[in-house]
């Protein structure tokens, strides 16, 4: 990812972006009107874990809804974050990110990575 997408993306996320969550996981939200439908489909392909829903059409209103959740936010989307988005940039985007940052912080843990068992006879059966 070029650092020209990771700018877009920061960018968007703080001007239009929702972080938050259903109560049971988290999600980062984006939803706009159906004229950025482009700006959407790279969303899609730049963030291949996230969805894109829509067009929707109530209210007077055409948009679409771009969201990211589950492990592919806490893996890729939250590193992401934590590297480009700070207060000096914006102070309050990067408050509503650390707010559902510690709203659900069980959910956005790290996952431990199992070391991998050595390879070759174990030193038991040698025995």
Same mark, same amino acid.
């Given at each position: 990812? %070029?650092?020209?997408?990771?700018?877009?993306?920061? /960018?968007?996320?703080? /001007?239009?972006?929702?972080?938050? /969550?259903? *109560?049971?996981?988290?999600?980062?939200?984006?939803?706009?009107?159906?004229?950025?439908?482009? $700006?959407?489909?790279? $969303?899609?392909?730049?963030?291949?874990?996230?969805? $894109?829903?829509?067009?929707?059409?109530?209210? /007077?209103?055409?948009?679409?809804?771009?969201?990211?959740?589950?492990?592919?936010?806490?893996?890729?989307?939250?590193?992401?974050?934590?590297?480009?988005?700070?207060?000096?940039?914006?102070?309050?985007?990067?408050?509503?990110?650390?707010?559902?940052?510690?709203?659900?912080?069980?959910?956005?843990?790290?996952?431990?990575?199992?070391? %991998?068992?050595?390879? *070759?006879?174990?030193?038991?059966?040698?025995?």
């Amino acid at each position: 990812m %070029s650092e020209y997408d990771i700018g877009l993306f920061v /960018g968007l996320l703080i /001007g239009e972006g929702h972080f938050g /969550g259903d *109560g049971r996981q988290p999600q980062i939200t984006l939803r706009m009107h159906t004229d950025h439908e482009r $700006l959407f489909r790279w $969303l899609e392909r730049t963030f291949p874990g996230s969805r $894109l829903y829509g067009p929707y059409h109530h209210g /007077g209103r055409s948009y679409f809804q771009w969201m990211v959740r589950g492990a592919y936010l806490r893996d890729t989307i939250v590193p992401l974050l934590d590297r480009h988005l700070h207060p000096e940039i914006d102070e309050k985007a990067h408050a509503r990110y650390q707010a559902m940052k510690a709203q659900y912080a069980r959910q956005l843990a790290p996952v431990p990575t199992v070391p %991998s068992a050595p390879s *070759g006879p174990s030193s038991s059966a040698a025995r």
